[in-house]
């Protein structure tokens, strides 16, 4: 027997009580009964996401969300700044030049976070960018970016913000709102701990500014439809509502536990998963880590491969390798939404014994007692208080 | 007790194990077992669309796949004829204008179908015209189109044909290849017995022509990532994945059933529906009704909201009414998907009751019956025999 883990930075493990709710019968997307749903939702994911903005939801993958947000924001023959600091953040580029908006790139050495100054030197040099496209947890590196930084550095210019917190949002401490992100796009598959298939975005009044300024060649995911159709807490097009109440159980776990809960939760995994890797002698990726996934290089003499076949063909645990560059040369573990210490502490010790059998030198024990270490530790800071 | 009995022309109501197949685990999307659930979803939906043409899977409602079809076919400042008949072929107009593609618009009232000369007399006139996009069954009107007359004449010219087949498809005959539809436009949850959530497109040689030609400005809808992906049974973007192995099950069930099968059900259904609607004395809105819906015309004297509200609150049945210029004018009731002879039984027998209560006047077990004569004669016919 070998038990299905998945610890991989999205798709992540979904709760059997979500699970269950989308066996339930199909209802009318339009009805009475469906919009009581979405108006829920819509609660659940602005508490989720820390916002008072308005929130609509896409039937689409993330990516969609990031679609929408640069071509109902950025004219074409407009040029907007794209903070490329890993494969998802190059996407807002591409994004950007096949709708024809400019992309100005300020590029960032994949596994290190934007700095801020970098940012404002670029806003001062291009005042006339509508926009400035960054990322909360860049899932193709591993890395946190500073985020709250950013934002006070947009939010004295006109550009907006727009922040890709597809794998970010649910796993890292994200204050919409207060940290100044105009708008945010999230996907479902990741720490809001459901199947792939809604998107969501979080848009302020300044961004509705951008977008009400001109006719955006948009129709599917057209914002200025989907904020009417909300207002009657529905959607233009069909949407997909099996997920959508789904989606309404994910979100009443999430505020059972509490959104601050949930992120120190996330920072406890995160700080044990990489202190187990360093334990190892492994060296992490990125030097400001995200918190739902933990990023390492793989050791000289040993592939990517044979480590990740290793953890899924004797322990039933999926991870992913690298992307594009980083292809071969990193593993990815994730540890969000529907995952607990003890996941994490799980899969340290297959990590373990799948590196020993690979012929890498290891202490037994090592990595699972760096983490638990890690875990006591946590436990002893005062409830509520996570700091930064 | 209200036992709910969804009868809209889409959602449609859903198989229990489908359902239950949305409640399993979620596994890693680039897996080598995810793959397999596409190649074998793939063969299915080519089977129950007839073509051997390349099929897409879209994460998105079907809206997305007819925007999908325009912005990859159409050059921006080319021209497109729409054959307008009905409130949802109307939106192939608004997308063509929404991308810069000129619509020529051949106008059909509501309620009749496209006449394949007219498409023929545009054509002449418009030689340049890159696409026509038609429908198979539109769902504001519950008509069904001539698709295989319209095919022949395109079929003839330098344009692709482009229907959307997303409430007509898997309830209507409907073969792509033989009929010469270019681009099929299907969705979820009409006839597929799935859950909305996503939409599908088959892909002719001769559209691949077309989409290779220019380069479309359209990144989440791109069809030429989509083919690249497909080869390798997965999607650019993270695909709605617990919706796609649900779909393997309910592919399963149209392969079981057998497709002519499934469409001679539905027009068996489509006959006893309609018989039931006239043996009341209730006008049918289409001279050329679509099989999985009938509409009728709310008879003087009485409100759409208040025969639908009947079947509601006393029966549980969900119907819908009129969209844009037909509000309040019809009823539109489904018979899709994962519905039986019976189901349309029932449905008629609580519509008598309602309009009885209602004080229409009405022959008890009128329709019922006229409904039952349909379907035993129609049992009478040859299986495997459906004619045209």
Partial sequence: MRKPRLMTPGPSPVPEDVLL?????????????????????????????????????????????????????????????????????SRWGVLCQTFGVEPVVVPTEWGRPVEPEKVANALAEHPDAVAVFGTLSETSTGTGHPVEAIGRV????????????????????????????????????????????????????????????FDSPSYYFNLKLARKSMKDFTTPFTPAHTLIGALKVALGRIRAE???????????????????IEALGLELFSSRPAEGMTVFRVPGGLKDSEIRAGLSER???????????????????GHM?????????AGLAA??????????????????????????????????????
Same sequence: chains 1, 2.
């Fill in 351 to 388: 990590l373990e014994m799948v590196l020993g059998d690979l012929g890498f030198e290891v202490e037994p024990g090592s990595a699972v007692t760096a983490a638990q270490r890690a875990l006591m530790g946590q436990h002893a800071t005062p409830p509520g208080g996570i700091g930064r």
């Fill in 154 to 213: 947009v939010a004295g210019t006109s550009a907006i913000f727009v922040v890709d917190g597809i794998s970010g949002v649910g796993a890292m401490e994200c204050r919409t709102d207060e940290w100044g992100v105009d708008v945010l796009c999230v996907g479902s598959q990741k720490a809001l701990m459901m199947p792939p298939g809604l998107a969501f975005l979080a848009v302020s009044p300044k961004a509705w500014g951008k977008i009400d300024a």
């Fill in 315 to 333: 322990f039933g645990i999926t991870t992913i390798g690298g992307q594009d560059r980083l292809k071969g040369q990193i593993v990815r573990i």
């Fill in 21 to 89: 709710e989308l066996a339930r019968p199909v209802i009318h997307h339009r009805s009475v009964e469906a919009r009581a749903v979405v108006s829920e939702v819509v609660d659940g994911l602005k508490y989720a996401f820390q916002t008072r903005n308005d929130v609509l939801i896409l039937a689409s993958s993330g990516t969609g969300s990031m679609e929408a947000a640069v071509v109902n924001t950025v004219p074409a023959g407009s040029k907007a700044i794209v903070l490329d600091a890993g494969w998802f953040a």
């Fill in 337 to 345: 939404g529907y995952t607990d210490e003890l996941d994490v502490v």
């Fill in 258 to 276: 509490g959104i601050e809960a949930v992120w120190a939760r996330h920072r406890r995994m995160g700080e044990a998963c990489r202190a187990g």
